[in-house]
């Protein structure tokens, strides 16, 4: 693709590491000056120096919890601030906790899971889409599971948050169209470092019920990732890609 994305501004939350990390690198690679939100600055910062070094565009490290709007609040006026516009946001922050059972999940868990995988994503979006809408187009990304469409007993409250998500991908895409495009990526198991806990009946598992006969690395998410943030994607809004393997 080339520069496909040259002088645009892409910001990933949950950028500095798993599936946001492949995105960043991605992106810069692209030609994109990146902002890359997460909840820990240092990593954020470390990951932007490497980036500038390597690719030769602007990185702007920034420490956000999705899950609290004051600070969605913050990242995007930081943004403004610095670069002055958003071409493109990929909500990828998410989180799940793990539970004896579903009694046991607390309200402070459950609204935790809710707040990073859905409530952020909404906030940012609500804040830049009607920008990107009045700049002329852009396009958001969000970030989904498979957990969506077929919830496992372990995992209740993200899936519902991960559903609501998606439900949020039509409804952003009918509020801020024409201008902007809005589409989720729905993605299977992947190897990242929180995969690094799996032990190795679970990841024999996973590769056993897709078709490709694996789980996904980081770079499997980067082609989507371009065709939705790029012109390749011009008449694709309110859309479900499934990245998956072929799940079954």
């Not at 950028?15 to 890359?36: C, K, N, P, Q």
């Not at 600055?41 to 920034?62: M, N, Q």
């Not at 969000?142 to 209740?156: C, D, F, G």
């Amino acid at each position: 693709m080339g520069k496909s994305l040259s002088e645009k501004v892409v910001v990933v939350t949950g950028g500095s590491r798993g599936l946001g990390r492949e995105m960043v690198h991605a992106f810069a690679d692209a030609g994109a000056h990146v902002v890359i939100a997460s909840r820990k600055l240092d990593a954020c910062a470390a990951l932007a120096a490497e980036v500038r070094a390597k690719y030769g565009v602007r990185a702007l490290p920034v420490a956000c919890n999705v899950g609290v709007w004051e600070q969605c609040d913050a990242l995007v006026e930081a943004v403004y601030a610095e670069l002055g516009t958003v071409d493109v946001l990929v909500n990828n922050a998410g989180m799940s906790l793990l539970y004896p059972s579903l009694d046991q999940v607390t309200e402070a868990m459950f609204d935790k899971v809710i707040a990073t995988n859905l409530k952020g994503a909404f906030r940012l979006s609500a804040l830049i889409g009607p920008r990107m809408a009045a700049a002329g187009g852009g396009s958001i990304i969000n970030i989904s599971s498979i957990e969506a469409a077929k919830p496992e007993p372990l995992a209740v409250p993200y899936a519902a948050a991960k559903a609501g998500l998606e439900a949020l991908t039509g409804g952003l895409a009918q509020t801020y169209g024409p201008a902007v495009r809005v589409n989720t990526i729905r993605c299977g198991a992947f190897d990242t470092d929180i995969a690094k806990a799996w032990p190795q009946e679970m990841r024999d598992h996973l590769a056993q019920h897709n078709a490709l006969g694996r789980i996904g690395v980081p770079a499997d998410i980067v082609g989507a990732a371009l065709f939705f943030a790029s012109d390749a994607s011009a008449f694709c809004t309110g859309a479900t890609l499934a990245m998956d393997g072929g799940w079954r």
